[in-house]
């Protein structure tokens, strides 16, 4: 059973920085992902990176402002977070660490099965 946990979340002016970051348990490394869901909106992709953090991905609305990245401190294994720059007003959601994906799909909800309780972040305009 894998548990990740969240933290970083808060309220930034539009153009602000945040960072948020996501612990998870286990013995072995996994791949990570970071969702967002606004409200009455479905829950959408944000960016991932693989088991050993050479390959990332990003939603194209992101591209270019958020940056994740592992934690490669000798024995955190599970550690990630997600550098969010020149933050917009349509960036506001709950955000959501996911882990250990089931296929290479890391953009895909549906291949988590591990999610943490979600950090709040509002960028007023």
């Known amino acids: 059973q894998v548990q990740l946990v969240e933290s970083g979340g808060g309220l930034v002016q539009a153009g602000g920085s945040l960072r948020l970051s996501c612990a998870g348990s286990?013995?072995?490394?996994?791949?990570m992902g970071w969702f967002r869901q606004a409200p009455e909106k479905e829950r959408e992709f944000v960016a991932a990176?693989?088991?050993?953090?050479?390959?990332?991905?990003?939603?194209d609305s992101v591209k270019g402002r958020f940056t994740i990245s592992r934690d490669t401190t000798k024995n955190i294994k599970n550690t990630v977070y997600l550098q969010m720059n020149n933050m917009k007003p349509e960036d506001t959601a709950v955000y959501y660490c996911?882990?250990?994906?089931?296929?290479?799909?890391?953009?895909?909800?549906?291949?988590?099965?591990?999610w943490g309780q979600g950090t709040q972040v509002t960028v007023s305009s």
């Open positions: 996911a882990g250990d994906p089931r296929t290479f799909d890391y953009w895909s909800r549906a291949d988590y099965d591990y």
């Open positions: 286990g013995r072995d490394t996994y791949a």
């Open positions: 990176v693989s088991r050993l953090g050479y390959n990332t991905y990003y939603a």
